[in-house]
């Protein structure tokens, strides 16, 4: 990536430090930001009382601290507050919250010594990830506790996850040669008080729902073409007659997908100006079923979703999300209440929402390939083999719905559960490292149901023999997902190219 600190972050300076694992080269002017907010806290505070500074936390701040022990006092903040429990946090989640904080750091509003920047600049390089726990902010004080982990090994404590191994954070700097940050003024509060996790998640979770969409918008094209289907429903035309932005993108990358296939059908060459030919009960369906017709306004609207969440995303993530806030152009320390994750929470909410109902509709897809009463195509459960010998895919459809029905659940809103906490200081929270841990399951689970999609998918073309026929594009998909499941036509324990598939599709895109 470019220098970071010249200009905002943006998605391609994400995806190529934490996806891709570019190093992160630090502008000189981040450090000198960095320098001159350091140097007038260390001078207004004297003969001042400021929050988290020379006071007490949370309802704890009425009590005053002697100057002398401000270094124990961010200690002791990190140490308290890293009570976390769950799972570990999965690295690359780790990283993009490591980015986050790093970003919000850098920006000069904190009053951080510059030895925080070239630490964590040290960690993202060497992939060196903090042990972080799932379990443990509410995230309106910010992710005190996951935060409060990575502040422990910025103090050289704690545990991390490098070359593949959990180690003890004081073994790795010693066989690397990193010196811990130096504790200041209020480091401690600097690195916990911010919505770093729940918005480093919430980009991962972005990252993939982005590719979530252009899987399922992939498989409702090779649906079109296993139905053959008429071209109008994705149509330049009939799309731009509603306003909406991703309805259209939808169609769009619809019409490109299937471009030279000969199986899409033009209605005008089937139904228009043949009338007198057509009596009675038509067999041929005049219009497909809503989950095959309507992709355009389904997944037009989660698209938008999708993109309003990114955008939002990164305005936060080149936000100070701290308190309180170091202002030096205008001289002042100004208290507030810039940690609170509501914007981050609220999008992982509609996230969730948005990716469920992919979910939803790669399940409704699914039961229409799986049913001959619906498609009158192909066999039942596209079952290759011998009808009563054979399942093909009836045992994966237990698993793809109960996987939506989890969903479905899960994306009940996270937003509206705020309990009050912290002796009621904290009275209203956002719960966003929740939500977007929740958006994380979700998002993953979605990548379940779409491989047994499209594993489906691939076992219908090649029923129908229309390999041949597809698009070049989505022929390239059916031979990538081939290399991977070849056609079946006995049953066998499938788990392991189910995963196989998932990860396929979790990697890449179509």
């Excluded at 936390?57 to 009570?83: E, T």
């Excluded at 429990?85 to 490591?98: E, F």
């Excluded at 296939?261 to 009338?275: P, W």
Aim: aromatic residues 8%; glycine residues 8%.
């Amino acid at each position: 990536m470019k220098e970071f600190g010249r200009e905002d972050l943006k998605l391609e300076d994400y995806i190529s430090v934490v996806f891709e694992g570019a190093p992160l080269n630090i502008a000189d002017n981040v450090f000198d930001r960095v320098d001159k907010s350091h140097a007038f806290l260390s001078k207004f505070i004297e003969n001042k009382v400021i929050y988290g500074v020379n006071t007490g936390f949370g309802p704890m701040a009425p009590y005053k601290i002697n100057d002398s022990d401000r270094y124990d006092l961010q200690v002791n903040l990190i140490k308290s507050h890293s009570s976390g429990m769950g799972k570990p946090l999965d690295p690359i989640y780790v990283k993009s919250s490591m980015l986050a904080r790093l970003n919000t750091l850098a920006l000069g509003y904190s009053g951080v010594h510059r030895s925080v920047i070239d630490v964590l600049q040290k960690l993202i390089n060497h992939d060196i990830t903090p042990l972080i726990f799932e379990h443990g902010g509410v995230g309106a004080s910010g992710d005190l506790v996951q935060l409060a982990h990575l502040g422990l090994v910025l103090i050289g404590e704690g545990e991390v996850f490098y070359q593949g191994e959990r180690q003890k954070t004081c073994e790795v700097f010693k066989k690397l040669d990193i010196q811990p940050i130096q504790i200041k003024i209020r480091e401690g509060l600097a690195i916990m008080n911010g919505t770093s996790v729940m918005t480093g998640i919430g980009i991962v979770n972005t990252v993939h729902a982005q590719r979530l969409i252009k899987w399922s918008v992939t498989a409702s094209s090779m649906i079109c073409e296993i139905v053959g289907a008429y071209d109008d429903y994705f149509s330049k035309e009939l799309n731009q007659s509603k306003k909406h932005r991703g309805q259209q993108e939808v169609a769009a990358m619809i019409r490109s997908n299937v471009a030279g296939s000969k199986h899409i059908r033009k209605r005008d060459q089937h139904l228009y100006g043949n009338s007198n030919d057509l009596q009675g009960v038509i067999d041929d369906k005049v219009q497909e079923y809503y989950s095959i017709r309507c992709v355009p306004q389904i997944v037009g609207t989660i698209l938008e979703t999708v993109d309003e969440c990114m955008h939002l995303l990164f305005e936060e993530v080149n936000s100070a999300n701290d308190n309180p806030i170091v202002d030096v152009e205008n001289q002042n320390v100004l208290h507030g209440g810039n940690f609170h994750g509501d914007y981050v929470s609220f999008e992982m909410d509609k996230l969730k929402i948005a990716i469920t109902k992919l979910s939803m509709l790669a399940e409704r897809q699914l039961n229409y390939l799986l049913n001959p009463n619906l498609n009158n195509l192909l066999p039942p459960f596209v079952n290759l083999g011998i009808l009563g010998l054979n399942f093909g895919i009836q045992g994966m459809q237990f698993t793809a719905t109960s996987t939506t029905a989890e969903n479905q659940t899960l994306s009940n809103p996270m937003y509206v559960h705020s309990i009050p906490n912290n002796n009621d200081n904290q009275d209203i929270v956002s719960m966003g490292t929740n939500a977007a841990l929740i958006t994380k399951k979700v998002v993953d689970n979605t990548f379940e149901v779409l491989a047994i999609e499209l594993i489906t998918i691939v076992q219908a073309i090649d029923h129908l023999n229309k390999v041949d026929g597809l698009s070049e594009q989505l022929k390239k998909v059916y031979f990538n997902l081939r290399k991977i499941v070849p056609k079946f036509e006995k049953d066998y324990p499938i788990y392991k190219d189910l995963g196989r598939v998932k990860a396929h599709l979790f990697e890449h895109n179509p």
